[in-house]
């Protein structure tokens, strides 16, 4: 990212509106590449760019930036304030969206996508929404500069269905850093909720019907001799998605944690599930191995791509198969401390400077 020479700053504004969002995978995204950037802008190797966050009012998250700048403008929100005021605000300048979603008339813009979920398992999502994002993707297909998204999976189903990205589409894993460095773990949470550690089984995500939890059930409901709580994290928006219909009594549902919670989880698990029918990357399972815990993971979209051979792979649509995966692991304590040793060090390798440098590139090339 190092600089040649002194340069005149450009003046590049990002779609803040994640900022009035609860933060899920994709926010979680915006927030630290932005860190990485700030970051970069601190050591020095980025002097040339004045980077400000465009937000509407209401915001619920404050990141600390030492030199992006946040600045609230406009009196809208949500969808109306990102398709009428942005691209007012934002006129004749690079705009960067991290979300999936961009004001549909700005030329001048990246957008990330992160999957195409909304068109490949369009049975997890409102119709409404599905609707909007369609409009959305179609639009940003053909207008904007520059795509980013986060795996070759992502790319192949991108181009399958807006062949007019062709050209102008990046791959840009995404980075752990987030969870090796200044969360600290709340351990709290165990004794809040009497889970005792190493003796559950966890699982997270937001509860969308893809992410498919419902094997989880399925498999609870079976002749299992699994010894371990099932503990399953993350919160429900039935603005986005459709009900998942889990009914088992044993499965303890946590809802939205903090991050310092989250950590404790991953840290004290016995093993983690990912059992997600659809992911465009799949953050958690690395947010899990980064804490030295096995991950058993299903055979689908982008999963294998980012996991590779640190992870035990099973159907996600085969309870059974979930099950024997699941006993394998609890039988065999060699396989046990190999999945942790792997996963640490596969997890590792994905950084959010390696991120950040990829959209400085896209930036310095649009701008």
Same mark, same amino acid.
């Given at each position: ?43 020095? $190797? ?6 400000? @966050? +465009?937000?509407? %009012? ?6 600390? #930036?030492?030199? =992006? ?56 999502f ?27 999976f ?12 062709k ?25 809040? $909720? ?6 559950? @089984? +966890?699982?997270? %995500? ?6 498919? #939890?419902?094997? =989880? ?17 993350g ?28 950590k404790?989880l ?92 990829i ?9």
């Amino acid at each position: 990212m190092l600089i040649e020479g002194e340069k005149m700053k450009k003046k590049i504004y990002i779609n803040g509106r994640f900022l009035t969002q609860t933060v899920t995978g994709v926010q979680r995204v915006a927030t630290e590449i932005l860190s990485e950037l700030d970051k970069e802008i601190s050591r020095g $190797n980025i002097k040339d760019l004045d980077i400000i @966050i +465009l937000s509407p %009012s209401k915001i619920i998250q404050v990141p600390r #930036f030492r030199h =992006i700048k946040i600045k609230k403008v406009g009196i809208l929100k949500g969808q109306l304030w990102e398709q009428i005021e942005l691209p007012i605000y934002t006129r004749g300048k690079l705009l960067v969206n991290f979300c999936n979603t961009a004001p549909v008339l700005k030329k001048k813009q990246i957008v990330y996508v992160h999957d195409t979920a909304i068109l490949d398992v369009p049975e997890g999502f409102s119709d409404t929404f599905i609707k909007l994002y369609k409009f959305i993707f179609s639009c940003v297909s053909r207008r904007s500069l520059h795509i980013i998204t986060v795996s070759n999976f992502s790319k192949c189903q991108l181009l399958k269905h807006y062949p007019k990205m062709k050209g102008k589409i990046t791959v840009s894993h995404l980075g752990m850093e987030h969870f090796k460095n200044g969360i600290i773990p709340d351990n709290s949470v165990l004794e809040k $909720n009497n889970i005792k550690s190493k003796q559950f @089984i +966890l699982a997270v %995500s937001s509860a969308n019907p893809n992410k498919n #939890f419902q094997v =989880i059930d399925d498999m609870l409901s079976m002749n299992n001799k699994i010894n371990k709580d099932i503990v399953i994290v993350g919160s429900l928006s039935t603005k986005v998605f459709k009900q998942e219909s889990i009914t088992n009594s044993s499965i303890k549902r946590l809802g939205y944690v903090t991050d310092e919670e989250l950590k404790a989880l991953y840290k004290h698990a016995y093993l983690f599930i990912f059992p997600s029918k659809y992911e465009g990357f799949g953050l958690p399972p690395l947010e899990a191995m980064i804490q030295g815990t096995p991950v058993i993971a299903a055979r689908s979209a982008s999963i294998p791509e980012v996991l590779e051979d640190n992870a035990v792979y099973f159907d996600n649509t085969n309870p059974k198969e979930l099950n024997e995966k699941i006993n394998e692991i609890i039988q065999n304590e060699e396989l046990q401390i190999i999945l942790s040793q792997k996963g640490r060090v596969h997890a590792d390798k994905f950084s959010w400077n390696n991120t950040a440098s990829i959209l400085y590139k896209k930036i310095s090339k649009y701008s």
